[in-house]
């Protein structure tokens, strides 16, 4: 599943965040960095599932996607952690 939302953080330190974030979920939850690039971040986590975050620049704020078929509910997770682009609730 695709997931989205904007952020008023810098494409880095979103993926600084999300490696932090993911690295430190409980066992079964948890998920670490595989590739990385200026723009995205891949992960590993539990059976080899994959998750994949995505950042680029959209004005004054920060486009972050993600994508996942295990971690739906712990990319939730990680995005309440973001503070919202221009005051906006994503």
Known sequence: MMHETSTSLSPTEVLDRAKAFFAERDPNRA???EHEGPSYATFRGQGGEELTVAVFEAGSATR???ST???DQTIGR???TLP???GDHT
């Open 31 to 33: 998920a670490f960095v």
């Open 64 to 66: 972050v996607r993600a």
């Open 69 to 71: 078929l295990l971690f």
């Open 78 to 80: 990680f995005f309440t």
């Open 84 to 86: 919202a682009a221009g």
